[in-house]
């Protein structure tokens, strides 16, 4: 289980995660998610065994990495579908989703793992998203059969192919609304 940003550590394990943290960071924007631990614990200046006491797994560490950005993004949302119709706050969800995934290349394939990790980050971002197409299918123009892991594999396969051609930004729009057209209600079958 990782630990979360509640759980209480000794100074100097609280000193070595900031550094394990801040470390991730500037090595993901930089290089990509798919960077080894041992050079993340390098570039932090602790052994391996350190870092891998702190995080269990490169998703754990991704999801620590990138938590307040969930937060934000969750906030940002949450704010956003109390102004917008539910349907297009989903698909707003979904774009949005792919945008901050692309920012760690790499990340994308890790995507449905680290959601499921439990940073408040990870919450807040699953929780939404729940949220949204909850209220989407409730207005009865989202099927029924979508689940919340769908949104996630949509979001994850669009931002492994906006990565794979060149980070083309004006893709994500296009390819959000045509999986925004499949699930819509009252189409004929």
């Known amino acids: 289980m990782p630990l979360t940003d509640e759980t ?5 394990a609280q ?23 041992n050079e993340v614990a390098r570039h932090a200046g602790v052994g ?7 995080f269990a797994t490169r998703e754990d560490l991704l999801a620590a990495a990138y938590s307040a950005r969930f937060v934000a993004f969750a906030e940002e949302m949450q704010a956003h579908a109390e102004r917008a119709d539910c349907v297009l706050a989903l698909r707003d969800y979904l774009e949005r989703l792919v945008r901050h995934t692309i920012i760690y290349r ?15 980050g990870c919450l807040a971002t699953s929780k939404v998203g729940q949220q949204l197409l909850q209220s989407a299918q409730d207005s009865g ?4 059969d979508v689940s919340f892991e769908d949104v996630v594999c949509i979001a994850t396969a669009i931002s492994l192919c ?12 296009n390819l959000v609304g045509v999986f925004t057209g499949g699930i819509l209600t009252g189409l004929p079958e």
């Open 8 to 12: 209480p550590l000794r100074a100097d």
């Open 106 to 120: 790499g990340f994308a394939s890790s995507l449905g793992i680290v959601l499921k990790t439990g940073t408040p």
């Open 141 to 144: 123009r989202v099927r029924l």
């Open 15 to 37: 000193q070595n995660r900031d550094k394990i943290l801040a470390a991730a960071e500037e090595i993901f924007l930089e290089r990509g998610a798919t960077v080894s631990m």
């Open 162 to 173: 906006v990565e794979q051609n060149g980070n083309s930004q004006s893709r994500i729009a």
């Open 48 to 54: 391996i065994g350190t870092l891998y006491r702190r």
